[in-house]
């Protein structure tokens, strides 16, 4: 079946440190790929997004890069702020004939300190 | 645009009593999908709505059901509660399930005592 492989956190960072996240993905066919953010108290909001082999998918500052040849798709940001701290979340979408369904990573937690 | 609610936010339930849970997607979006979020086990996928009918179904028991109504609004129910059955659930709206992204709500915080 489909599965996907997060990072264990959490990752702690000082602010406008890199971030990478990492995570790697098991499935048939050609999945869509994603990256949701948690904050406290809330629930997904989806950050960005990828639905084919090299695409880059960008959003906020946040970058992740399907690669089909390592089954990744690692999030980056260049400098991380205070309020980027949330829980991060890959998932994969692989149709089925039968509908869609998310296939969610474990998630990573991130805290950024000032 | 409206995003996706879920009512109630906040629920307290004691184990064997039946719970609802409803959802309202964004406005066009006809498929509905509802996952459970629990410490121990992450985000697990419950089943998809699609046209007032399940096109997909997790792996939870016969206690979780759902349905949807011809206006794309949703409902689960949870039969005989269990203790382990306290989660956030969250549902997600999209425009057809074929593979497009899937908008969350915020979610209903179930407590069973």
């Known amino acids: 079946g489909n599965s996907v492989t997060q990072m264990e956190g959490p990752v702690t960072l000082s602010e406008e440190a890199f971030l990478t996240i990492n995570c790697t993905y098991t499935a048939t066919g050609y999945p869509s790929l994603f990256w949701y953010v948690q904050y406290p108290g809330e629930g997904l909001q989806l950050l960005l997004k990828?639905?084919?082999?090299?695409d880059k998918g960008s959003n906020k500052g946040f970058e992740a890069t399907y690669r089909k040849e390592t089954t990744s798709f690692h999030l980056e940001k260049g400098s991380v702020q205070v309020s980027d701290s949330a829980v991060y979340f890959c998932?994969?979408?692989?149709?089925?004939?039968?509908?869609?369904?998310?296939?969610f990573g474990t998630g990573t937690r991130l805290a950024v300190r000032p | 645009k409206a995003g996706v609610t879920q009512t109630p936010r906040y629920l307290i339930k004691t184990r064997g009593q039946q719970v609802t849970l409803s959802c309202s997607p964004i406005s066009g979006h006809r498929s509905v999908s509802w996952y459970q979020q629990t410490p121990g086990q992450g985000l697990q996928f419950l089943f998809e709505y699609f046209s007032e009918t399940q096109r997909n179904k997790g792996n939870f028991p016969g206690r979780f059901s759902g349905r949807q109504f011809s206006n794309s609004r949703s409902e689960m129910n949870v039969s005989t509660l269990e203790l382990g059955d306290s989660a956030l659930y969250l549902c997600a709206s999209s425009l057809d399930g074929n593979g497009d992204t899937q908008y969350f709500g915020p979610g209903t915080r179930l407590t069973v005592l």
């Open positions: 990828a639905t084919k082999a090299d």
């Open positions: 998932a994969l979408s692989a149709l089925k004939s039968s509908g869609d369904k998310l296939t």
